[in-house]
């Protein structure tokens, strides 16, 4: 995801609506921790498209395969995880590409 993605840009109504849920269900996925919305000068929250995504997705499993919301912090968990290790292994293997270009192999 690129910057954009991350810059916090919804009010909780507008993301609520964007994602099919009502406005007191967002703030209680913040106060069990599945998602962290920016807070404004003004303490209001403010969801990015990224926040969006992972809202999405949480409201997919819970809707289509039924987990439940202590299973769907730990999928969320794994996930951020799984794609920071791909980002790291993606890494490695950048410099070690770059490694064998200096030896010339």
Known sequence: M?????EPRYGISI???MIGVRTH???YYERIGIIEPH?????????SSSDIAILRRA????DDLGVNLAGIE???RMLEQMS???????????ELRSFREVDGT
């Open 74 to 76: 730990v999928i969320l």
């Open 15 to 17: 993301a609520a609506k």
């Open 59 to 62: 409201k997919t499993l819970m």
């Open 2 to 6: 690129n910057s954009e993605d991350n």
């Open 25 to 27: 269900t967002l703030r």
């Open 84 to 94: 920071e290790l791909q980002s790291r292994l993606e890494d490695a293997e950048a």
């Open 39 to 47: 807070r404004s000068r003004g303490n209001i929250r403010l969801y």
